[in-house]
């Protein structure tokens, strides 16, 4: 079945360094989404990908499509407290969003 | 309402008993979505509703859990004879379509079963 898989589980970084969470499905997407739960709350949507090759930039985050649409990457530049949280990306092949197992980010001031 | 909308916040029950967890989505949001998320893990598919029917019930971990959503709007998840690994976040989302658009969602409700 449909699946969405994303590494790592876990990373601590300290503050300032880089960051990077990647996405893969087992099949092709027709876009994929980026969410951040910060701890104790719930997933707020951050952005969409749609094209093949697709990079959009939120300040100090890229986020990446490949070309394939079956991956997908999420990195953080010079890391802040406030990044803080766990990033999910969810993919969409066509019928429902399969989320990623997610990526819980600790920054270490 | 401004957005989806999750009751109870906090449910604690007995071992043995049925709950009803409710959510109200977005006004005219179509597609509605649950998912149970334990502490510290990821987010655990669960149904998926297109308007009142359900295309997709795969995630429901066992026939103690049910679901249904009437009118296109609320839904309502139940787990009957609840048992103490139910005990999780239960998180509902909706979209205006599908997952062609942005999920958006609630609070979600805390269960703790003792």
């Known amino acids: 079945g449909q699946q969405v898989m994303q590494i790592p589980q876990y990373q601590h970084v300290q503050e300032g360094e880089d960051f990077t969470t990647y996405c893969n499905s087992s099949?092709?997407?027709?876009?994929i989404q980026w969410y951040k739960q910060r701890p104790g709350g719930h997933p707020v949507f951050l952005i969409q990908?749609?094209?093949?090759?697709e990079v959009k930039k939120q300040k100090r985050l890229t986020f990446q499509f490949g070309e394939a649409k079956k991956n997908s990457s999420l990195h953080i530049t010079a890391t802040q407290t406030t990044d803080v949280g766990t990033y999910f990306c969810?993919?969409?092949?066509?019928?429902?969003?399969?989320f990623g197992t997610g990526t819980s980010l600790t920054v270490i001031p | 309402g401004a957005g989806v909308s999750q009751s109870p916040s906090n449910k604690v029950t007995e071992k043995g008993k049925d709950v009803e967890l409710r959510c109200d989505p977005i006004?005219?949001?179509?597609?509605l979505y649950w998912y149970r998320q334990s502490l510290g893990q990821g987010l655990e598919f669960l149904i998926y509703?297109?308007?009142?029917?359900?295309?997709?019930k795969s995630g429901l971990p066992s026939d103690r859990f049910s679901a249904e959503r009437t009118g296109g709007s609320v839904s309502t998840l139940t787990i009957q004879r609840t048992q103490q690994e139910d005990s999780a976040v239960y998180l509902c989302?909706?979209?205006?379509?599908?997952?062609?658009?942005?999920?958006?969602f609630g609070q979600g409700t805390r269960l703790t079963v003792v």
């Open positions: 989302a909706s979209s205006p379509r599908g997952g062609l658009t942005e999920a958006f």
């Open positions: 099949t092709t997407l027709s876009n």
């Open positions: 990908l749609v094209k093949s090759g």
């Open positions: 969810a993919g969409y092949p066509g019928n429902q969003f399969y």
């Open positions: 006004s005219g949001h179509t597609a």
């Open positions: 509703f297109q308007g009142n029917s359900a295309p997709d």
